[in-house]
């Protein structure tokens, strides 16, 4: 566009854009061309910069990811207005034809979308949009796209300790938390990975972290505390995070102390190959093996609802004396060789409270025949109580399933147990990872749900509440008992 014609555009205006057959138009406005096609008009080239491939750790800590180039004399520069990287945006600056990105921030971005930390090449696929800075003196600034690629190589992650790894923290196991003379020991699965089941001491947050078992001194807080291994932020309670080691070179903020949020049995992964670690609820699943089920061994349909800390309960109308055993759920339906592996107590026995057995183990049941009772359970300590419920006065026709996954219509109905009354059991697929409730009689005047940031997946329970229970996709059996408001959600594997 030459000069002398902008400057009488206002006198000029119909004349000048007829002249100018459009090109003000389609190149002063982004909008209407692609930044693509506006980089082959203007003769500008994307190529992989000097560091397109390149490993950590980085002399100068810029990595130099794409070069640009042109052949049009008229562009006498470049501004970054985006880059992303894998799909994701990154801060970046020009350094002359080079586009430069924080070496850090790129080793935690692909880290990050890897789940891992090992020192392997990770392809990138690099997108980068700028505008041109033209000599012309026009007042248009043009936005030119290109896509480049490359590799990207993190820091070298420390050797596997040959005495494995231990942890401290808020457990039953470690003495009550933080006892330095009985760590808890971590399996070597022989993989690169270590596993610990442990039994949080508190319902707020029970602080821990990793250590290397060949710094271990007992009763040495200075050794011990030389392989202390954590996270990067103080207090983070991420159930898959990241591990930071001692001297980290991408997280110099030192390692910090990670925790687990809640009360319960919980199965911790330690990943040395990518460096990750994580915590996932570890109870396991029993059944009631009784009159409310038949008696049957390979009837799934009467679950114990888990409370957490290896603690269960159930609420129905109990109509036999000696009503019931117990059943974990991997010695269900194996025949005969099931009965060997209940749990119950003195047989015929109905104490209000007693100590589970599972060697020649009797039934056991409430005082009063016909009554409405909780039965609780705790697994950590084999004992059970029976405590005496008022009568439910509310019955309902329906208990369903509503939410993301029938777009919150459609009621997935549960089936009442006939010999657990105000129980509920069905079997559903969900189409899509989201939200639902257990709702009754297909209206919303009686709904069911979880405390703030329920979640399935990484367990099978939450806690009764009134928010949404987050659900992933896939097959569960689903367990609701509409006095309590307590559920289970067991995936089927």
């Not at 854009?17 to 994307?46: H, I, M, R």
């Not at 930071?244 to 910090?256: A, M, W």
């Not at 009360?263 to 093996?289: C, F, H, P, W």
Request: with cysteine.
């Amino acid at each position: 566009m030459k000069k002398e014609l902008l400057y009488s555009f206002v006198a000029m205006a119909s004349l000048m854009l007829a002249s100018c057959n459009g090109d003000y138009d389609d190149w002063a406005s982004p909008q209407a061309n692609s930044a693509e096609t506006a980089a082959a008009k203007y003769g500008v080239t994307f190529s992989n910069g000097p560091e397109a491939t390149t490993a950590m750790p980085d002399a100068d800590g810029v990595i130099q990811l794409v070069t640009l180039s042109s052949t049009n004399t008229d562009i006498t520069g470049y501004t970054v207005k985006s880059i992303t990287v894998n799909g994701e945006t990154i801060d970046a600056t020009m350094d002359g034809s080079n586009i430069t990105v924080d070496a850090v921030a790129l080793d935690k971005l692909i880290e990050k979308q890897y789940n891992s930390r090992a020192a392997k090449a990770r392809d990138m696929k690099v997108v980068s949009t700028v505008t041109i800075n033209l000599a012309s003196g026009d007042a248009v600034t043009v936005d030119v796209a290109g896509e480049t690629s490359g590799t990207f190589t993190p820091y070298a992650t420390p050797a596997i300790d040959s005495k494995g790894y231990y942890m401290l923290g808020g457990f039953a196991e470690n003495g009550g938390g933080w006892d330095n003379t009985k760590p808890v020991w971590m399996t070597d699965n022989g993989d690169g990975t270590y596993t610990a089941t442990v039994n949080t001491t508190s319902e707020g947050d029970n602080w821990f972290k990793f250590y290397m078992g060949s710094d271990f001194v007992s009763g040495d807080w200075d050794s011990i505390n030389k392989g202390a291994m954590g996270c990067e932020t103080n207090g983070d309670n991420s159930r898959n995070n990241f591990l930071v080691y001692p001297n980290d070179p991408l997280y110099t903020g030192g390692v910090q102390t990670a925790v687990i949020s809640g009360q319960g049995t919980y199965k911790v992964t330690l990943d040395m190959n990518n460096l990750t670690y994580s915590v996932v609820r570890a109870e396991a699943q029993y059944y009631i093996i009784g009159n409310p089920n038949g008696w049957s061994v390979s009837d799934y349909t009467c679950m114990a609802y888990a409370l957490g800390s290896n603690t269960y309960s159930y609420t129905t109308q109990f109509t036999n004396q000696w009503d019931l055993k117990i059943l974990e759920a991997k010695y269900m339906n194996l025949g005969d060789n099931s009965w060997g592996h209940c749990w119950g107590g003195v047989n015929g026995s109905t104490d209000a409270s007693g100590s589970l057995v599972n060697t020649d183990a009797g039934a056991i049941g409430p005082s009063t025949t016909g009554g409405w009772y909780t039965f609780t359970f705790n697994m950590n300590t084999q004992t059970y109580s029976w405590t005496a419920v008022t009568a439910p006065t509310t019955t309902y026709t329906n208990v369903s399933l509503i939410g993301d996954f029938n777009g919150w219509g459609g009621d997935v109905d549960l089936t009442a147990l006939a010999k657990a009354p105000h129980n509920w059991y069905v079997r559903a697929t969900i189409a899509k990872d989201g939200g639902l409730k257990f709702r009754a009689n297909h209206d919303w005047a009686t709904s069911w749900g979880t405390v703030k940031g329920g979640t399935i997946g990484e367990t099978y329970y939450a806690a009764p509440g009134t928010e949404n229970i987050t659900v992933p996709a896939g097959t569960y059996d689903f367990y609701f008992n509409d006095i309590t408001g307590n559920f289970n959600i067991v995936a089927v594997k």
